[in-house]
């Protein structure tokens, strides 16, 4: 069978509460999932999780889920705004597709993506 696509993309976080309020804060959305041990947001369809039981002894940044944006350089300076620290700054990497890492407070890497290929 093929792939449906994209489910979920878990972060693992030290304090789940701060992490909760932090990216509603992102993301806009308040969680539609929100248990001691995971929290889930729905992000256009997308699910974005949160899991604080037992986090990773350290951020994992060999796998990056890319989140499309519109506007690149705006999200990553709201990112910062919000206690994020570019990780890869904003890069063309070629057709118009621009890229950028940010890592949020507890050291997992977001990956933006302005993609003119796709439809918002």
Known sequence: MPLLGLGTTIYQVADLPAAKAWYAQWVGVQPYFDQPYYVGFNVAGYELGLQG???????????????????????????????????????????????????DPWGNVLGLIYNPHFSA
Not at 75 to 84: F, N, P, T, W
Not at 85 to 100: F, H, K, Y
């Open 53 to 103: 039981e037992h986090p990773a002894p350290v951020a994992v940044s060999n796998q990056v889920a890319y989140w499309r944006v519109e506007e690149i350089r705006a999200e990553v300076d709201r990112l910062q705004a919000m206690g994020g620290v570019v990780a890869s700054d904003v890069t063309d990497v070629g057709e118009g597709i621009l890229v950028a890492t940010v890592r």
